[in-house]
């Protein structure tokens, strides 16, 4: 166990007893300060793969929402995570939910988030993501996620990707993002998750790709009616011209955890251990149908190294944590390396 996991197990139970949102600024905050003096997980010198045409070094990622207002924390990579997907940003600036919108479920291993895309907006976002591509290091990869408006009626939803991607296609630092996911499946947008829906997501995706400097991948909701639903779903993003699939975000299935009275009515969407199996599920579904023709992306429920391990057996090209870090520490991403 590297010193670091040792301070953090020792600070975690004080950090789990302040307001979550609080904790997790400071935490990045004392990371900021702490890891120029981790030893660096190296992850130039290990063996690299290609994907979305680019140079991966750790199949293990940060998942969207750890960095919303797209700093991409170099920490990250010394931590040994071979990417990070920044965002989700939405065209304007917003300040999301009112607090609390963030709860934990220690006994779950689990979060409940209802944040509602809080983000500086996608100019700012941008600005921020593409100074530190200009400096970033080429041992890890930075994607970008976008958002709709919260305000944004849902017939007009595709111009607030179209929006942030024609920007981005007129900027010449985009090349250097590994590729740019459309997250439709956030609980917390009303009515975003309607835009999953067979049509709705072809049509959409077609408009992102004819604009978009880098692959489009398609961040799915493990909460389909049926299977036969995803897979429509699915398709027809692929039709569209997906060119990778995130599976999943959080899920609305709050049965899956037996809730604290007073999270009864919270809402949102439970991330973390208890998704795993649902999250699973949903991978090996999506990889019957991508068949290896596009990459995809494992999300929900990575509680522990060897979790992530388990997803790439399956099949998922990349792994993404966020709940399952924050539960495990820092030495995940190294502790995945040498499983
Ligand atoms: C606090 C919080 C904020 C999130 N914000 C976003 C977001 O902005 N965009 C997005 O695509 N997913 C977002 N997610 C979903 C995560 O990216 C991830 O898909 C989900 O939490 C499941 O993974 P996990 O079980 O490892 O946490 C958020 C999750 C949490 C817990």
């Keep these: 166990?590297?010193?670091?996991?040792?301070?953090?197990?020792?600070?975690k139970p004080l950090l789990f007893r302040i307001d979550p949102?609080?904790?997790?600024?400071?935490?990045?905050?004392?990371?900021?300060?702490?890891?120029?003096?981790?030893k660096d997980a190296a992850l130039s010198r290990r063996e690299s793969f290609e994907l979305f045409d680019r140079k991966f070094y750790s199949r293990i990622g940060i998942a969207a929402g750890f960095d919303k207002f797209c700093h991409a924390p170099g920490y990250i990579h010394k931590l040994?995570?071979?990417?990070?997907?920044?965002?989700?940003?939405?065209?304007?600036?917003?300040?999301?939910?009112?607090?609390?919108?963030?709860?934990?479920?220690?006994e779950n291993e689990a979060l409940l988030n209802k944040m509602g895309f809080n983000n500086p907006g996608?100019?700012?976002?941008?600005?921020?993501?593409?100074?530190?591509?200009?400096?970033t290091q080429p041992s890890y990869q930075l994607a970008l996620s976008l958002g709709k408006g919260k305000e944004t009626p849902l017939e007009n939803a595709a111009d607030d990707y179209v929006y942030c991607l024609s920007l981005l296609k007129g900027d010449i630092m985009s090349e250097y993002l590994s590729y740019i996911a459309v997250n439709v499946s956030s609980p917390?947008?009303?009515?975003?998750?309607?835009?999953?829906?067979?049509?709705?997501?072809?049509?959409?995706?077609?408009?992102?790709?004819?604009?978009?400097?880098?692959?489009?991948?398609?961040?799915?909701?493990?909460?389909?009616d049926s299977p036969k639903a995803y897979k429509e779903s699915l398709e027809a993003a692929l039709q569209?011209?997906?060119?990778?699939?995130?599976?999943?975000?959080?899920?609305?299935?709050?049965?899956l955890v037996s809730l604290p009275v007073q999270l009864r009515d919270f809402g949102g969407g439970l991330s973390g251990k208890p998704l795993a199996e649902t999250a699973r599920h949903y991978l090996e579904a999506t990889l019957k149908i991508t068949k290896?023709?596009?990459?995809?992306?494992?999300s929900g429920g990575v509680f522990s190294?060897?979790?992530?391990?388990?997803?790439?057996?399956?099949?998922?090209?990349?792994?993404?944590?966020?709940?399952?870090?924050?539960?495990?520490?820092?030495?995940?991403?190294?502790?995945?390396?040498?499983?």
Excluded at 1 to 11: N, V
Excluded at 122 to 135: I, P, V
Excluded at 292 to 298: A, E, F
């Design 1 to 11: 166990m590297s010193a670091l996991q040792s301070l953090y197990r020792a600070a």
């Design 21 to 38: 949102e609080r904790a997790h600024t400071l935490t990045s905050l004392a990371m900021r300060g702490i890891t120029p003096f981790v």
């Design 80 to 106: 040994g995570f071979g990417f990070i997907e920044s965002g989700s940003l939405t065209p304007k600036p917003q300040r999301g939910n009112p607090k609390p919108r963030l709860a934990r479920l220690p």
């Design 122 to 135: 996608f100019l700012r976002g941008w600005k921020n993501l593409r100074a530190r591509l200009a400096e």
């Design 188 to 224: 917390n947008t009303p009515n975003l998750r309607a835009l999953q829906k067979g049509k709705a997501i072809r049509a959409l995706v077609e408009k992102c790709v004819a604009v978009s400097p880098r692959p489009v991948v398609v961040k799915f909701a493990p909460d389909f």
């Design 240 to 255: 569209g011209g997906a060119g990778g699939i995130v599976i999943s975000n959080t899920t609305t299935n709050h049965a």
């Design 292 to 298: 290896g023709k596009v990459p995809v992306i494992s």
């Design 305 to 339: 190294p060897a979790e992530a391990r388990r997803r790439i057996d399956l099949g998922a090209d990349l792994v993404q944590v966020y709940s399952g870090f924050i539960f495990y520490g820092p030495d995940f991403a190294r502790d995945f390396i040498r499983l």
